[in-house]
T-cell receptor
Framework: DAGVTQSPTHLIKTRGQQVTLRCSPI?????VSWYQQVLGQGPQFIFQ???????GRGNFPDRFSARQFPNYSSELNVNALLLGDSALYLC??????????FGSGTRLTVV | DQQVKQNSPSLSVQEGRISILNCDYT??????FLWYKKYPAEGPTFLIS?????DKNEDGRFTVFLNKSAKHLSLHIVPSQPGDSAVYFC????????????FGTGTRLKVLA
């Protein structure tokens, strides 16, 4: 079975640009969450979606947005990129609540 | 405000011995706790979880202990193997709210052969 797949794996963007990160959950999983992991820190919660509805939002600015599609895949968008947005962005999926399975992440570098 | 703390950034253990990783939390609303393992260039991998109605959960070589009064949990790995070398994250959630996990900063475990 395919795990959680994220694309792209690596990305370099310039300050002020916009970026879209993509995530395909494990088949049958209806919940997708996004996390940001800065070097040396644990993952920080950004969003959770369940059945295409936003169920939770972390302490991130409005430049961060996400959506979930009818096939349960998800996109994370970040506008007006800052140097501090450089991080590993992790997507995780679950059937409902708990025991999320994480993807390998997208490494975003903002220069 | 770090609600989940892993105060030991690194730990070295001899192969075959016990590894004990510790985690403290401050939010009394947390009622579900997990441990994830992370290798470089991979996403975190779920290891073991425990609900607040229990004080111990065991899965093979991995055991998690929860002390609610002390707001402390620990992960025991017995016996430790070189393949266990990774960064271990403790995470907590309050299941009555959004199903978000609050992660600690991680402990890098090195198992020496």
């Amino acid at each position: 079975d395919a795990g959680v797949t994220q694309s792209p794996t690596h990305l370099i963007k310039t300050r002020g640009q916009q970026v879209t990160l993509r995530c395909s959950p494990i088949s049958g999983h209806k919940s997708v969450s996004w996390y940001q992991q800065v070097l040396g820190q644990g993952p920080q919660f950004i969003f959770q979606y369940y059945e295409k509805e936003e169920r939770g939002r972390g302490n991130f600015p409005d430049r961060f947005s996400a959506r979930q599609f009818p096939n349960y895949s998800s996109e994370l968008n970040v506008n007006a990129l800052l140097l501090g947005d450089s991080a590993l962005y992790l997507c995780a999926s679950s059937r409902g609540q708990g025991d999320y399975t994480f993807g390998s992440g997208t490494r975003l570098t903002v220069v | 405000d770090q609600q989940v703390k892993q105060n030991s950034p690194s730990l070295s253990v001899q192969e075959g011995r016990i590894s004990i990783l510790n985690c403290d939390y401050t939010n009394s609303m947390f009622d579900y706790f997990l441990w994830y393992k992370k290798y470089p260039a991979e996403g975190p991998t779920f290891l073991i979880s425990i609900s607040s109605i229990k004080d111990k959960n065991e899965d093979g070589r991995f055991t998690v202990f929860l002390n609610k009064s002390a707001k402390h949990l620990s992960l025991h790995i017995v016996p430790s193997q070189p393949g266990d070398s990774a960064v271990y994250f403790c995470a907590a959630s309050a299941t009555s709210g959004t199903y978000k996990y609050i992660f600690g900063t991680g402990t890098r475990l090195k198992v020496l052969a």
